[in-house]
């Protein structure tokens, strides 16, 4: 069992950054990942990143490359989504999830891959 928890969101300008935090515990594997997903209102889920817990494996959505960066602190045991030059559109609440990606070539863009969710962090961007 694992369990997540997101923190960091909140109301910010067009062109603001913010630091997401996904607090990981329970039993972990080098094999899981964790991802980050998003979802606007009356829209699906989104992948946005996503990093391999034992090799740092990262992947990242095409629409976020050179904006957003995932990374793992070791010593804290959470995994960091930094978001950079932030507009209107990202608008979202933004979600880590944790999944076994053994199966997978890359850390896992779609959500099926993911068992574990956290509750989710509100994040507005105002124009």
């Known amino acids: 069992q694992v369990q997540l928890v997101e923190s960091g969101g909140g109301l910010v300008k067009s062109g603001d950054s913010l630091r997401l935090s996904c607090a990981v515990s329970?039993?972990?594997?080098?094999?899981?990942?964790i991802g980050w997903f998003q979802q606007a209102p009356g829209k699906e889920r989104e992948f946005v990143a996503a990093?391999?817990?034992?090799?740092?494996?990262?992947n990242s959505a095409d629409s976020v490359k050179g904006r957003f960066n995932i990374w793992r602190d070791n010593a804290k045991d959470t995994v960091y989504l930094q978001l950079n030059d932030l507009k209107p559109e990202d608008t979202a609440v933004y979600h880590c999830?944790?999944?076994?990606?053994?199966?997978?070539?890359?850390?896992?863009?779609?959500?099926?891959?993911?068992?574990?969710w956290g509750q989710g962090t509100q994040v507005t961007v105002s124009s």
């Open positions: 999830a944790a999944g076994d990606d053994q199966y997978y070539a890359f850390p896992p863009s779609t959500s099926e891959a993911y068992i574990y």
């Open positions: 329970g039993r972990m594997y080098a094999r899981y990942a």
């Open positions: 990093i391999r817990w034992g090799t740092r494996m990262i």
